[in-house]
């Protein structure tokens, strides 16, 4: 194999690895092919790994081990960090080396003379700015404002304390296990920045996933741009052969890059990669914008598929003895839990005394208390309001 395919096969595994790993326990996916991958990945491919890994290594070196990889994939660490930074400050050498002496070129525009550098650089900036950002951790000095921000709609979020931290837990907030500490609205851990995605810092992070998205898509314009330049100023962009049988013939442009491609690996692979990266992160921002702009978050939406999951088994009743209840009677529900589980933090109903009930038929049926509209869930992430 050329060092083009190698870099190709390379680029296509580490993608598929991380694609399998993000979506592969989601709801989604985990029932097909994807989930089932995830799964041998996760936990077959993994308890056979430990079993031969304690015979091979012995109980003390198996146990030091076992220890660093929960450190590294459970632990609040930096090596996703790094390997962001290693991975964009490598993609970045490449190009200043192969690719910034021929910008200006035959179709790049000399204007990207002065828009790369502030790229790069804000890039690096999205980046340390969420990492270094507060998600809107709460603690005893804060917590009485932090639960005036958002009542409880009384489905996904109950009046409770922090079992951890000892205070109240505020409605939309979760306490992170790898941070320590409760944080406002969180939205997930993220561990590419090693930091809660939160009340806070979530426009931050939406600024991280559009500087990174935006550089792989420029970069691979440019890269693409570059090329082109490269293809005309040899003439290959109209380049012909003659076979055995005295036939001419243009030479394909994709074989014209496919040949260019070949002359210069490390550019061309940086390209692949670049638009590779590009597409997942896309993939990922559209996603994640859809659910800000449905009124949750990404902790929300997993409690809603839940939900979801528990009406389609019809185990989620309205209690319609409350009904005329103007602030509560649209969450007044009840979840059976005599033949399934639920992960609803409501107490179940006195089975003595079942209350009159009316059978939700659909998600629909449930009002989403955090819900405001497009342009009010927008506001409500850009511009969060003081704990």
Known sequence: MTPLSWALLILIIFFSFVFVLLMGPSR???????????QFLAYDALRIFRASAKNLLGERNYEYLNNLYSWILFGRNPLAQLVYLTLLTIGVTIFLIYGWPHVPGPFVH???VYTIPPTILGTYGAFARICFSDPGVIGKFNVKKACEVYEYDRLLFHPKDCSTCKIQKPARSKHCSMCGSCVARQDHHCIWVNNCVGQKNHRYFLMFLFAT?????????VIFLIF?????????DNYHYTNRSGETYRVPMYKVFIYMLH??????ALGIFAILTGVIILVFTVGHVLTILNGTSTNESLKWEDINELVNKGKVFRNDAVASSEDTSRQTIIIDRKSSESHSEEPPFDADEPPKRTQIKSLEELDNLYDYGIWGNLKDVLFPRPL
Do not use: C, S
């Open 110 to 112: 000399w204007l990207n």
């Open 228 to 236: 082109l330049g490269k293809i005309h100023e040899r003439g290959l």
């Open 263 to 268: 002359q210069n690996v490390l550019l061309g």
């Open 28 to 38: 989604r996916f985990r029932d097909g092919p994807i989930g089932k991958l995830y």
């Open 213 to 221: 998205m935006f550089i792989a898509f420029y970069a691979t314009l």
